[in-house]
């Protein structure tokens, strides 16, 4: 996550040919179906995996840490804190990661970390949590530009082929998410039309990539992202990625609508939705309303033509200048989540653990796996029951 500007309004005029080269067909049975590699992938198409993958948690501010996995203040990932997830109910973790921090100059990533993240992945994988693997912002290589395109091209086919071959032979419970939130530093509106073009065709080199390294990988359930993963961006401009693999693709948004309510701490806003008292401290466009028209439209383009969506972070911080302030932060989370899951949408809480000021909803003690706001776990595990 990175902290972003409002967004410009968008004419929300659908891309032209977005699901042509989806391979949506009918779905079949949920049969397993063994691949050269010893693993086996289930006959399950990625609409039907969603259904299966509940509730999600981040594993925010870790693997994707500029400087090393506790460089923002979080204790290592352990199986504990793993384990204290599935138990708490959540059947999914996002596990963003960076890759170029521990890449060479001919971007050969150091086999210490890769080992440590395929370590990370299979104590997710011990306590029987689906897992969503990401190449996370690092540096801003990924930048949309035709200038930097052929570089960041080589670079993201590159990593994926090194994560990819690593962890080739896990089952269809791991997911590889291709990017995060490309968009250009510092341009926060509706995006250039090369902008867009640059960014889908990331999304391709990363389906080539990962396809190409055979085994699991060939039919392997894959997550493309929007622009920035903004939904509005993906009615607008998302194009899927041409794919092998007929119905093993995904979608991937993010939501923290409004802004200034969720995680801009500057902010008067600390108040949202129906029970608010205090219309100075709302922001009333992107009330329940607006929650439900956002994920309307995601259900629409995507979800009922056969691709699920990955609602990969949300979340509100807490203002603990504002007595009474997670009470709203606590009902705008239930809200969210229960209309994305319904909506077709998995809910991945955005946490990233160590206190940062005032203002963190982490959700668990990550030394001891210990709940620390088992309201908010209460409410997003219950959101999709």
């Known amino acids: 996550m990175r902290m972003r500007l409002a967004r410009a309004a968008l004419i929300l005029a659908c891309a032209s040919g977005l699901l042509a080269c989806a391979g949506v067909t009918p779905a079949r049975a949920a049969t397993p179906a063994a691949t050269t590699s010893g693993c086996v992938m289930r006959d399950l198409t990625s609409l039907q995996l969603s259904r299966l993958m509940g509730a999600g948690w981040n594993l925010g501010n870790t693997l994707e840490a500029t400087g090393g996995e506790t460089a923002w203040g979080n204790p290592p990932a352990s199986q504990a804190l793993m384990d204290a997830v599935k138990a708490a109910g959540f059947k999914t973790v996002r596990i963003p990661a960076s890759w170029k921090q521990h890449a060479n100059a001919d971007d050969v990533i150091d086999p210490r970390w890769m080992a440590r993240v395929a370590e990370v992945v299979d104590m997710a994988r011990r306590s029987g949590l689906y897992v969503i693997l990401n ?99 993906a009615i607008a401009f998302a194009v899927l990625p041409k794919d092998p693999a007929a119905n093993r693709l995904m979608m991937e948004v993010h939501y923290y609508d409004p802004y200034d309510f969720t995680i801009n701490a500057a902010d008067k806003a600390w108040q ?114």
């Open 272 to 385: 949202w939705g129906a029970t608010a008292t205090n219309p100075a401290a709302t922001q009333p466009w992107a009330d329940e309303t607006h929650v439900d028209a956002q994920f309307a439209k995601i259900k629409s383009l995507f979800v009922d033509r056969g691709v699920p969506v990955i609602l990969g972070e949300f979340g509100a911080m807490r203002r603990a200048e504002h007595p009474g302030s997670e009470v709203y932060a606590l009902a705008w989370d239930r809200y969210v989540a229960h209309s994305a899951w319904t909506h077709g949408a998995v809910p991945v809480y955005w946490d990233a653990g160590a206190p940062t000021e005032n203002h963190s909803m982490g959700l668990f003690d990550r030394r001891t796996g210990r709940v620390v706001h088992p309201e908010v776990v209460e409410a997003l595990v219950g959101a999709v029951r």
């Open 135 to 233: 190449v996370h912002w690092d540096g801003g290589w990924l930048q949309p530009l035709r200038s930097n395109e052929a570089l960041a091209d080589a670079r993201l086919a590159r990593f994926w082929t090194q994560i990819a071959t690593r962890l080739r032979d896990h089952d269809d419970m791991l997911l590889f998410a291709g990017t995060n939130e490309v968009m250009v530093e510092g341009d926060y509106g509706t995006p250039k039309p090369e902008y867009v073009a640059v960014q889908n065709g990331f999304n391709q080199v990363f389906v080539d990539a990962v396809r190409a390294t055979g085994g699991c990988n060939a039919t392997r359930h894959l997550v493309v992202q929007a622009f920035n993963t903004n939904i509005d961006h």
